[in-house]
């Protein structure tokens, strides 16, 4: 599958949708799958052992990086670690006890690293007793890399995958994500399953069905909210609002940019890695009275095993739905072409997999750009904003506003009908109105200034011209 491939170093969630204000909408939670969430003790016990989810650690942090060669990431080793950081800090229980960066040749070694450097993380290990467990920066860890660095520093060993999930369980809130948090959960337990002790103590048909009834069950429950989901959006198709979907690399001020533009006042940015879990769509206003929706979505994030991912892909077709997808970018960081790559490579894959041309709906801004000097890169082309001071926001809807209608085939026209008339109400319901001024030849009609889609310049003309 196209996404799976081009996903597999890139994280991007999607959730359900809550539309705030005008759009309310309830989600159901089944009874079954109360029960299946509290009284599967015995999957719980599983799923606690691998993610220790509720364990809190003081922790060292190592970040591995390759030196050279193809494997050398575009993205500084430091840079890494303060992601790294920035995810252990969004574990409310966790603590940050040392950090340290580690050169590598190469990320296929039994043991990870060189034996010089298993000598000097263990004698930091040793001689700090606060250290609790050691979270190594990568993506993955094999099962027997786990066991053997596991054994050597006598810590237990955490990987990005573990992390990033237990962040995951952590932050899930809606039923929706909570599905969807548990449904990677169960594939990276079925995947384990095959290797490992803990699960020889049930014979494998036991296991094939506690996580085929488990999983079945989930599925069922994501379908149903599917449904309501495209309920929302034939719902918003009708109000016919256009809607900009915001995405970015997390962290990088979605939610504060939507927050600058609506005043909304729920909204909660944080310097906190998937802040942001649901998908929420929130209403503001342009320059010129339209009304617009703005979808926040899970930020992404590179890399994240595939099948960590997976779970998210079927969601994402709501921001690919979007009429215009405004593309944050974080004008401070310092691997700035790194994610902006790793984002452009995600709209693209999943445009192509709904064969839509995503790349000519993106407005991208570079947002914080308080925190850097005036000297401008030239490689970054976008305008500059920053949501947290208000600067450059109102050219920001402007120029959105232009890339809206566009998109849209929207049109700004003049339209002359009698005053009071059929008309005006229904240009009222179907058109955002700018203006309204008499026509000064004939007071009995007003010259109505409005915005329009071109199907309702059709749809006028046909109810009230070739009448
Ligand atoms: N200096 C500065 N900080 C900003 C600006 N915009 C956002 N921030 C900060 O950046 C952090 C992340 O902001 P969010 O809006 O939560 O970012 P996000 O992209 O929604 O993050 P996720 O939902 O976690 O993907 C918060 O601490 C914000 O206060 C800005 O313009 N300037
Ligand atoms: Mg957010």
């Given at each position: 599958m196209l996404v799976r491939k081009s996903f597999s170093k890139c994280f991007y969630l999607v959730r359900n949708i809550h539309y705030s204000k005008s759009l309310k909408c309830e989600e159901s939670i089944s009874n079954s799958l109360k029960e299946l969430f509290l009284s599967d003790s015995e999957y719980n016990k599983l799923a606690d052992h691998y993610f220790r989810i509720n364990e809190a650690h003081r922790c060292l942090i190592i970040q591995p990086y390759v030196k050279w060669g193809?494997?050398?990431?575009?993205?500084?080793?430091?840079?890494?670690?303060?992601?790294?950081?920035?995810?252990?800090?969004?574990?409310?229980?966790?603590?940050?006890?040392?950090?340290?960066?580690?050169?590598?040749?190469?990320?296929?070694?039994?043991?990870?690293?060189?034996?010089?450097?298993?000598?000097?993380?263990?004698?930091?290990?040793?001689?700090?007793?606060?250290?609790?467990?050691?979270?190594?920066?990568?993506?993955?860890?094999?099962?027997?890399?786990?066991?053997?660095?596991?054994?050597?520093?006598?810590?237990?060993?955490?990987?990005?995958?573990?992390?990033?999930?237990?962040?995951?369980?952590?932050?899930?809130?809606?039923?929706?994500?909570?599905?969807?948090?548990?449904?990677?959960?169960?594939?990276?337990?079925?995947?384990?399953?095959?290797?490992?002790?803990?699960?020889?103590?049930?014979?494998?048909?036991?296991?094939?069905?506690?996580?085929?009834?488990?999983?079945?069950?989930?599925?069922?429950?994501?379908?149903?909210?599917?449904?309501?989901?495209?309920?929302?959006?034939?719902?918003?198709?009708?109000?016919?609002?256009?809607?900009?979907?915001?995405?970015?690399?997390?962290?990088?001020?979605?939610?504060?940019?939507?927050?600058?533009?609506?005043?909304?006042?729920?909204?909660?940015?944080?310097?906190?890695?998937?802040?942001?879990l649901d998908v929420t769509v929130h209403e503001g206003c342009l320059p010129s009275g339209m009304t617009v929706l703005y979808v926040d979505t899970v930020g992404f994030i590179t890399d994240i095993p595939t099948n960590l991912i997976e779970c998210f892909i079927a969601t994402l077709e709501d921001a690919l739905l979007a009429d215009v997808i405004l593309h944050v970018e974080d004008l401070s960081s310092k691997s700035f072409h790194y994610k902006r790559k790793h984002v452009l490579n995600i709209l693209k894959s999943l445009g192509n997999q709904t064969n839509s041309d995503v790349s000519d709906k993106i407005f991208t801004i570079g947002n914080k750009c308080d925190l850097i000097d005036n000297t401008e890169d030239p490689n970054i082309e976008c305008m500059h904003v920053s949501a947290e001071k208000g600067i450059g926001l109102e050219k920001l809807v402007q120029e959105l506003e232009k890339f809206i209608l566009n998109k849209t085939g929207r049109q700004k026209i003049t339209i002359r009908v009698p005053n009071g008339g059929d008309e005006i109400r229904w240009l009222y319901k179907n058109a955002t109105i700018l203006e309204e001024v008499p026509d000064i030849k004939n007071n009995q009609y007003i010259l109505a200034k409005v915005i329009i889609t071109a199907v309702n310049i059709q749809k006028f003309k046909s109810y009230f011209i070739s009448k």
């Amino acid at each position: 599958m196209l996404v799976r491939k081009s996903f597999s170093k890139c994280f991007y969630l999607v959730r359900n949708i809550h539309y705030s204000k005008s759009l309310k909408c309830e989600e159901s939670i089944s009874n079954s799958l109360k029960e299946l969430f509290l009284s599967d003790s015995e999957y719980n016990k599983l799923a606690d052992h691998y993610f220790r989810i509720n364990e809190a650690h003081r922790c060292l942090i190592i970040q591995p990086y390759v030196k050279w060669g193809p494997k050398k990431l575009d993205i500084e080793p430091k840079e890494q670690l303060s992601e790294a950081i920035a995810l252990v800090e969004t574990l409310s229980s966790w603590a940050i006890v040392d950090t340290m960066t580690i050169p590598l040749d190469t990320l296929d070694r039994k043991f990870l690293f060189k034996s010089g450097s298993m000598d000097r993380i263990k004698e930091i290990v040793d001689n700090n007793p606060r250290i609790s467990a050691i979270f190594i920066n990568s993506s993955l860890l094999k099962k027997s890399t786990t066991l053997i660095l596991q054994e050597n520093f006598r810590k237990p060993i955490f990987d990005r995958y573990k992390i990033v999930m237990k962040i995951l369980k952590a932050h899930a809130s809606s039923k929706h994500s909570k599905l969807q948090v548990s449904l990677a959960e169960l594939n990276y337990l079925r995947k384990r399953s095959e290797q490992d002790l803990i699960f020889k103590t049930y014979t494998s048909e036991a296991l094939k069905l506690l996580f085929q009834e488990r999983e079945q069950k989930i599925k069922a429950e994501i379908e149903n909210l599917r449904k309501q989901r495209t309920l929302l959006r034939n719902k918003r198709s009708k109000m016919d609002y256009p809607l900009v979907a915001v995405v970015g690399y997390t962290n990088a001020g979605k939610t504060s940019i939507i927050k600058a533009l609506t005043g909304e006042k729920s909204l909660k940015p944080k310097n906190q890695l998937f802040a942001t879990l649901d998908v929420t769509v929130h209403e503001g206003c342009l320059p010129s009275g339209m009304t617009v929706l703005y979808v926040d979505t899970v930020g992404f994030i590179t890399d994240i095993p595939t099948n960590l991912i997976e779970c998210f892909i079927a969601t994402l077709e709501d921001a690919l739905l979007a009429d215009v997808i405004l593309h944050v970018e974080d004008l401070s960081s310092k691997s700035f072409h790194y994610k902006r790559k790793h984002v452009l490579n995600i709209l693209k894959s999943l445009g192509n997999q709904t064969n839509s041309d995503v790349s000519d709906k993106i407005f991208t801004i570079g947002n914080k750009c308080d925190l850097i000097d005036n000297t401008e890169d030239p490689n970054i082309e976008c305008m500059h904003v920053s949501a947290e001071k208000g600067i450059g926001l109102e050219k920001l809807v402007q120029e959105l506003e232009k890339f809206i209608l566009n998109k849209t085939g929207r049109q700004k026209i003049t339209i002359r009908v009698p005053n009071g008339g059929d008309e005006i109400r229904w240009l009222y319901k179907n058109a955002t109105i700018l203006e309204e001024v008499p026509d000064i030849k004939n007071n009995q009609y007003i010259l109505a200034k409005v915005i329009i889609t071109a199907v309702n310049i059709q749809k006028f003309k046909s109810y009230f011209i070739s009448k």
